[in-house]
């Protein structure tokens, strides 16, 4: 499978399939268009999954095609799969068709075909985004994905979303503009340093004067800040949420999101290695207040989806403060943790919309005792804030430990600031459950016969559980692509780490001292 | 009170030798190591996913499960006993749970003394209580569920017990937090048990920041979270480094133990089953603090301030909740107040240093015993009387219920420390021990006995001797066999437990682990310090039957009380203080940032939309449709461009 | 030649207060008449002095465009005319915000 462009191919399938439900023919109530749609996802996902089976973990840069496009600015259309591509786009696959599943019924309250088509559309510019090695092309195709996104929110969902819509897609035009300065920036410095070239691996050979490339790195970073999103450019977040249909949530929060944490590591860590550094300082401090200030919010929320949507606040200051601190364990933590994040959030987020469906209300002071109607439901429900709460035996804990340690590491205020999230988390989603879930009198539930959850539901929720469970006890597979990769990213940042205080007088890790047992 | 006496922490510097941990590779039998986790793991798993189709016979695998634990860990510790003493360690590695960079976590299973007694308490009493709940809980119709979860919570308690480094006992630590939390609010539908649940998880989540921080700063300093590992250069750290260890340390122990100040959890706890009570709440969970303190031995040896503000934590709490324990008229948390008292106890002794660890242990195994029993117990009576709880409506019950109160009366009996019960040998030992360290120590242990005789002597005139108080149409019944035999049991055992401690075999047991006690002399004999015990716990007693035994006790509580009484109803002020200090503020805060979101920041990009809206609507009122304005304006522009190129051109 | 361009001057301000100031959309029209021909005498003039065409040229384009501008905006003012039944500049204002 050397020179097929299977990444190419990776992509055009799912546009292909937004192209083919757009046409079908519009019967009234025909789940034609969501099968189409399901199909071509699915069909998408078996390529990534062949592909991943090709992937060798320490690699570097995989399956890469290169042609060039624009030839007087240098921009090339140049695809490529890392460590950290290669999650980012397993994670995505993996998502869109539970996603279509669980919003089978939100789509037909407009048209299916429009939101199956943009659904399938995202999924395709978004898995550019995490493939591209072309800075210009990957300006292009990030800012492509705003168009579904806003289309999505905008078409599908609770009243308001207009309005939502139009708030998500300024805040991201408005971070999108300031990446472009930068990305025109790049082409400036490029050429005076000779042939312009917007290819990754070009620039990062290129020296950048340290003003320059601070400047270029703010531009990237700002861009990136408002994706993740961090404070205090999160506000869109919580609106988009509570609008936006759990589905559309789960793509935006779960997928596009990591856009932003996914271009700290990739653009802003590997292009500018000396302004990264630069601006740790504030970077960890805008981290940590994103986490306690985003946990702080949450718990204030009486809206169940505003309460998730501000819980990525948290986490995602969780992620930026694993990268930024410089060190294996934070590296490996934040990517781990955007992995985990995504499984987790994706679960509580659909879980969650069903709930809504079942309550007919998205606000937490109308619900009580859910619980007694809908035991599976609450079940799933409590694994899925659990798991947002960090707990072990749960994926999401390995990365919060290792996030935590190494944000001790780099200094123990960091450390002792990050960890009242694990408070905080145990009191937004254990009060949640309590007052949605607990008490005597339920509820009413809308859906009549079987108000726990059914067949196509648990079909949704069963393998975002099993990967919950299952990578927080054997996240070993997830940290053999990840470790390669932080690896050699620190190493172009030029950063080692620091040895523990008192050297280990025994070389061998602890884990196999005592070795012998299988 | 001088606790910072220059005799404590002297003597605990003095201790010097930390024992290193040396374990050889599981083989043999041993190799069965993990089944002891794995068997009320997949106990918990089929209940929990079989659904409904297991509701029939789930309590029986349940009960199975653990029973099969109990059999293996047996089996291994009589193995462990046919071993010499420095060939008692014994790891297993299943397999790496994560790795990055040098940080390096396995899932590994370390077996010796230590966690050794562990599985038997754990799987032993375990194996009763699951019994004990197939009648406890036969009406319930979530049964199913409620072994699930009880196999759930062994599993992570062993897991607890039997890790190999800190990260290990950090997914035990927080497994039983989760299972101690289901089962808290096992009856979800009332809304005190729900708040309880949420209470106990949170207050133990303060704790748990400790133990993250400790794991974080350990990595930090040994590069590893391995006990073997650090129990290894423990000693090269520096004294700063090995206290802030120490007291985080203190901090998760005092989250998950209920001691003073994160104790307010534990009298809300008891909204859970009776059964739950015994298991989690008295006999094995609460004390993993106590484990906590006596594991990581290596380090508060070498941490002799981290060691007094672990004796210092123990008797606050030790005195906290006996006075607790003295005003309660609710069965279940008069006997939560005397858990957190005698965890008290044991964290006193760990505290002591290599003196005392090994009594730690050995109190915390026959607390484990007399209190399972009397919780039990308690939960027999309550099964009797209709669920009431209120001993006000209690009375006169030796006669309705004679096995319970049998039973009842010989943990009774060891817990105020009457010999030859096994509570007598334990907290001799400790307040002997706490005496010859630093005398002030050694007196508030003993007032604490008195106490706890006072306590405990009230609680059984109430519940047993006396007038009927009992509420109409309550018919009070003797439980069921089902019931009883576990009674019996953990009451023999309550009896006979001292025998741990003949020819000091518990301390020699312990000693590859926890380090040989240092010889001590006490300025009295010992045979003098257990008379004076006795004599405090004879006072305490007719103290208790001057007030209860002797006058008819009212069936509403009298609320024309002293103001100890008062406080002491109040939990001694603790929610009110958690309230006043940390839960209103922290409401306060997450309103206000709430507001601060949705008014100052959002509000800044909202209001700069709003801003540019506005500079529109001002701006498109030149736009008025007269030409001549705008002939104007193009008027005013030429001559504006003109003016421009005469100033450039003159300049 | 001062008194050529002194001429145009004037037309010019003369045709610029007229489109200002006057309401009828026939007299603003002519003024902006009047204000074309003041620079086709300035260029004309200008050509003169410099002893070449190309001002004269530059006449010749502002007259049809002026004839263009005749056919049109007499047209418009016609129609405005019939349905509104004005002429004044200001009653057509809305075009507006």
Aim: charged content about 10%.
């Amino acid at each position: 499978m050397n020179d097929f462009p299977w990444l190419t191919l990776l992509i055009v399938v799912p546009l292909v399939g937004a192209v083919v439900t757009a046409f079908l023919p519009r019967a009234r109530g025909s789940a034609l268009p969501k099968q189409v749609g399901l199909a071509f996802s699915g069909l998408t996902l078996v390529l990534a999954a062949v592909m991943a089976t090709s992937y060798a973990t320490d690699g570097g840069m995989q399956l890469e095609e290169q042609h060039s496009w624009i030839s007087a600015a240098g921009v090339h259309y140049a695809l490529g799969l890392d460590g950290l591509g290669l999650l980012m786009v397993l994670l995505t696959v993996v998502l869109v068709p539970i996603v279509l599943v669980a919003s089978w019924a939100d789509a037909d309250q407009g048209s299916p075909h429009a939101f199956v088509g943009w659904v399938l559309a995202l999924e395709a510019m978004s898995l550019a985004v995490f493939t591209a090695t072309d800075v210009f092309l990957f300006y292009v195709v990030f800012e492509a994905t705003l168009i579904p996104a806003y289309f999505l929110i905008g078409g599908f969902g609770r009243p308001g979303r207009s309005r939502a819509a139009v708030k998500f897609l300024i805040y991201q035009l408005v971070g999108g503009l300031v990446m472009l300065a930068s990305v025109i920036g790049l082409y400036a410095v490029s050429s005076d340093a000779g042939t312009p070239s917007y290819l990754l691996s070009d620039l990062k050979s290129l020296d950048i004067g340290t003003q320059t490339e601070r400047w270029l790195f703010l531009g990237f970073f700002v861009a990136f800040a408002i994706k993740a999103p961090m404070f205090p450019v999160h506000t869109w977040l919580a609106d988009t949420t509570e609008k936006a249909t759990t589905g559309t949530s789960v793509l935006l929060v779960c997928v596009l999101d990591k856009i932003g944490t996914f271009g700290m590591l990739r653009y802003c860590l590997g292009l500018f290695p000396g302004a990264s550094q630069w601006a740790t300082p504030v970077v960890v401090v805008l981290a940590l207040v994103s986490i306690v200030y985003g946990a702080f919010v949450a718990i204030g929320q009486d809206d169940v989806l505003r309460l998730i949507g501000l819980t990525s606040l948290s986490h995602f200051g969780f992620i930026v403060l694993g990268i930024f601190v410089f060190s294996t364990q934070g590296g490996s933590g934040a990517v781990l943790y955007m992995v985990n994040h995504g499984m987790g959030t994706a679960l509580l987020f659909l879980i969650a919309g069903f709930m809504i469906r079942r309550s007919g209300t998205t606000l937490i002071s109308e619900m009580r005792g859910i619980e007694k109607v809908t035991p599976v439901l609450a079940g799933v429900f409590l694994v899925a804030g659990l798991a947002g709460a960090g707990l072990p035996g749960l994926a999401p804990f390995v990365s919060e430990m290792l996030v935590l340690i190494s944000a001790f590491n780099h200094a123990w205020w960091a450390g002792a600031v990050a960890v009242t999230a694990i408070v905080l988390a145990a009191i937004y989603m254990l009060w949640m459950y309590q007052r949605t879930m607990t008490g005597p009198t339920p509820t009413p539930v809308a859906v009549e016969g079987a108000p726990d959850l059914g067949r196509r539901e648990m079909g949704v929720v069963a393998p975002l559980l099993l990967g919950l469970v299952l990578f927080g006890f054997f996240p070993m597979p997830l940290l053999n692509v990840i470790n390669p990769y932080v690896e050699s990213t620190l190493a172009e940042v030029g950063v080692t780490d620091e040895p523990s205080v008192v050297p280990v007088s025994d070389p061998v890790p602890a884990g196999s001292v005592e070795g012998g047992q299988e | 009170m001088n606790l910072t006496d220059m005799s404590l922490s002297v003597f605990a510097a003095d201790a010097g030798h930390v024992p290193v941990l040396d374990p050889t590779p599981a083989s043999g039998a041993f190799t069965l190591l993990w089944l002891i986790i794995a068997l009320p793991l997949a106990g918990a798993a089929i209940l929990l996913l079989g659904g409904r189709a297991t509701d029939r016979w789930g309590h029986l695998l349940g009960t199975a499960t653990v029973l099969g634990s109990f059999v293996v860990s047996l089996t291994l510790f009589i193995s462990l006993l046919g071993r010499g003493a420095e060939d008692r360690e014994i790891s297993q590695h299943l397999y790496t749970w994560f790795q990055a960079g040098t940080l390096d976590v396995g899932m590994d299973l370390l077996y010796d003394p230590l966690s050794a007694l562990f599985l038997l308490l754990i799987t032993g009493v375990g194996s009763l209580i699951h019994i004990y709940s197939i009648g406890y809980m036969a009406h319930d119709e979530r049964r199913r569920r409620f072994f699930a979860y009880l196999n759930l919570f062994v599993a992570a308690m062993l897991m607890l017990v039997l890790a190999e480094n800190y990260v290990g006992v950090f997914l035990g630590w927080e497994g039983v937090g989760l299972a101690s939390y289901l089962l808290i609010g096992f009856w979800q539908y009332r809304p005190s048990a729900a708040a309880a649940a949420k209470k106990a998880f949170v207050m133990n989540r303060v704790g748990d920041m400790g133990l993250s921080l400790a794991i974080a700063l350990m990595f930090v300093t040994f590069g590893t979270t391995s006990f073997v590992a650090i129990s290894a250069v423990s000693g090269e750290a520096s004294q700063n480094t090995l206290t802030a260890l120490g007291l985080l340390l203190l901090l998760a122990a005092c989250g998950k133990s209920a001691q003073v100040p994160l104790q307010a959890w534990l009298l809300d706890a008891m909204e859970g089953p009776t059964p739950v009570s015994a298991l989690i709440h008295a006999a094995t969970m609460v004390t993993a603090g106590v484990y906590l303190v006596t594991r990581s031995n290596f380090i508060y040896e070498l941490a002799p301030d981290a060691q007094t503000a672990v004796v210092v934590v123990a008797v606050v709490t030790l005195l906290w909740g006996a006075i607790l324990g003295c005003a309660k008229d609710d069965i279940k948390k008069a006997l939560a107040g005397s858990t957190m008292s005698q965890i008290g106890y044991m964290m006193l002794a760990a505290g002591l240093g290599a003196a005392g660890y090994a009594l730690a242990i050995f109190h915390l195994l026959m607390h484990g015993f007399f209190k399972a029993d009397m919780f039990l117990g308690a939960g027999s009576v309550m099964h009797a009387m209709d669920d009431d709880v209120n001993m006000r409506h209690y009375g006169a019950l030796r006669r309705a219920v004679p096995v319970t109160f049998i039973t009842f009366a010989m943990g009774y009996l060891a817990i105020i420390g009457i010999p030859p019960f096994s509570g007598f040998w334990s907290k001799d030992k400790i307040i002997e021990t706490a005496l010859a360290d630093n005398w002030v120590v050694g007196l508030f242990a003993l007032l604490g006995a008195g106490i706890t005789a006072f306590y405990m002597t009230r609680l059984m005139l109430m519940t047993f001797f006396g007038e009927k108080r009992w509420a109409e149409g309550v018919h009070p019944h003797e439980s069921p066999k089902v019931m009883t035999v576990p009674l019996m049991v953990l009451a023999a055992l309550s009896l006979l437990g001292g025998v741990m401690l003949i020819g000091d075999w518990i301390v020699d047991f312990l000693a590859p682990v926890v380090g040989e006690p240092p010889h001590e002399e006490l300025a009295v004999p010992p045979i003098v310090v257990s008379l004076i015990a006795l004599a405090v716990v004879a006072v305490g007693v007719t103290i208790a039957w001057m007030i209860f035994g002797r006058r008819p006790i009212p069936r509403e509580a009298p609320q024309e009380v002293s103001f100890v009484t008062r406080a002491a109803r109040a939990d001694l002020y603790g929610d009110a203080i958690n309230d006043g200090l940390v839960v209103v503020p922290g409401h306060a805060v997450a309103t206000g940032l709430t507001t601060m979101d949705d008014v100052v920041v959002d509000g800044a990009v909202e209001g700069g939309s709003l801003a540019v809206a506005g500079l529109g609507q001002t701006l498109r009122k030149v736009q008025n449709g007269y030409v001549r304005s705008y002939a104007l304006s193009l008027l005013g522009g030429a001559l504006l461009v003109v003016a421009a190129l005469l100033a450039v051109n003159l300049a | 030649m001062t008194e050529h361009i002194v001429l145009s001057a004037i037309l010019f301000t003369i045709g610029c207060v007229g489109v200002l100031t006057r309401r009828n959309a026939l007299v603003v029209f002519m003024c902006v008449e009047l204000m074309l021909n003041a620079c086709n005498l300035a260029l004309v003039t200008f050509a003169k002095q410099h002893g070449n065409l190309d001002g004269q040229v530059a006449a010749f384009f502002v007259m049809v465009v002026a004839a263009a501008e005749v056919v049109i905006g007499l047209a418009i003012i016609m129609t405005i005319f019939r349905t509104r039944r004005s002429a004044s500049v200001d009653d057509a204002s809305l075009l507006k915000y």
